[in-house]
Nanobody, 129 residues
Framework: QVQLVESGGGSVQAGGSLRLSCVAS????????MGWFRQVPGKEREGVAH???????FYADSVKGRFTISKDNTSNTLYLQMNELKPEETAMYYC???????????????????????WGQGTQVTVSS
């Protein structure tokens, strides 16, 4: 059974840091694309960071230089290190993985977000001012 389980969310003051983790089970981490998304109720889901099977990364402009996506294939874990958090980044954060396992360019992951077939249940991040 394919499962993604996020953890590491919580409440933090503006300027603080959090590290999100996503443990994958039931499939290989060698996915074409894995990523972190966030969503606020009533707003569209936003792609925050993506990483390809061979480790190429892409970040939304709003998080560049502050967030880092990484993965550990040995422990089947995807991470998102978030620094200098801002109140407007309060949201539910989700990890996701594509069904495909081909090598792709990271731009493909960004432009083909429908390819993310597997999703976790989300972890809440709240940033207070």
């Amino acid at each position: 059974q394919v499962q993604l389980v996020e953890s590491g969310g919580g409440s933090v003051q503006a300027g603080g840091s959090l590290r999100l983790s996503c443990v994958a089970s039931g499939f290989t981490m060698k996915r074409s694309c894995m990523g972190w998304f966030r969503q606020v109720p009533g707003k569209e889901r936003e792609g925050v960071a993506h990483v390809t099977r061979d480790g190429a990364t892409f970040y939304a402009d709003s998080v560049k230089g502050r967030f880092t996506i990484s993965k550990d294939n040995t422990s089947n874990t995807l991470y998102l290190q978030m620094n200098e958090l801002k109140p407007e980044e309060t949201a539910m954060y989700y990890c996701a993985a594509s069904q495909g396992i081909a090598f792709v360019d990271v731009a493909w992951c960004v432009s083909h977000q429908y390819a993310y077939a597997y999703w976790g249940q989300g972890t809440q991040v709240t940033v207070s001012s």
